[in-house]
T-cell receptor, first 115, second 112 residues
């Protein structure tokens, strides 16, 4: 059981470049989330998904897009990266119909620097 | 708007001492979570508190939930250096979506 995995682990982008972060989970979870964490701060929700084919905005969605074409994968896209998007990105998943649990499980994170 | 506040934000304590971290939230919620984060690492789940009066213990850490006071505490007993980390509490924002609102975190440093 790998849990929640994220690729890549590190990335450096130039302003205006685009990229996609991939999150995968093998726990058959219904819900998936993308967060960003800035130095000395807590986590802020970017987008989330309550099921395959559905997505919704979180607290800080501007500049990001997401897709969930398969239940186990949740992609986060940056169409035109800006220095303000330099951050550590965490993916999380939760809630299985077969387990009474709302606990979120987190991936290892992606450290993104935009120059 | 749901707000989650932790205090203290920073805590430096000697090994062997006891201390409590507080997590206050601003609206009704029946589920509260505690996580630990080591520097440069991801978040690790510590406790899930699902009802008023819930108390859970793991090693030197004990968490409790008072939904009427909208307060959770994380109590550290006889601290050791390995407990040095940042501790976050999180509250479900709305039922059915299980979105968390995180507290600001408490950075704990245990001095030998």
């Amino acid at each position: 059981n790998a849990g929640v995995t994220q690729t890549p682990k590190f990335r450096v982008l130039k302003t205006g470049q685009s990229m996609t972060l991939l999150c995968a989970q093998d726990m058959n979870h219904e819900y998936m989330y993308w967060y960003r964490q800035d130095p000395g701060m807590g986590l802020r929700l970017i987008h989330y998904s309550v099921g395959e084919g559905t997505t919704a905005k979180g607290e800080v969605p501007d500049g990001y897009n997401v897709s969930r074409l398969k239940k186990q994968n949740f992609l986060l896209g940056l169409e035109s990266a800006a220095p303000s998007q330099t951050s550590v990105y965490f993916c999380a998943s939760s809630y299985s119909k077969y387990q009474y649990s709302y606990e979120q499980y987190f991936g290892p994170g992606t450290r993104l620097t935009v120059t | 708007e749901l707000k989650v506040e932790q205090n203290p934000l920073f805590l430096s304590m000697q090994e062997g001492k006891n201390y409590t971290i507080y997590c206050n939230y601003s609206t009704t919620s029946d589920r509260l979570y505690w996580y630990r984060q080591d520097p440069g690492k991801s978040l690790e789940s510590l406790f899930v508190l699902l009802s008023n009066g819930a108390v859970k213990q793991e090693g030197r850490l004990m968490a409790s939930l008072d939904t009427k006071a909208r307060l959770s505490t994380l109590h550290i007993t006889a601290a050791v250096h390995d407990l040095s980390a940042t501790y976050f509490c999180a509250v479900d924002k709305a039922s059915g979506t299980y979105k968390y609102i995180f507290g600001t975190g408490t950075r704990l440093k245990v001095l030998a």
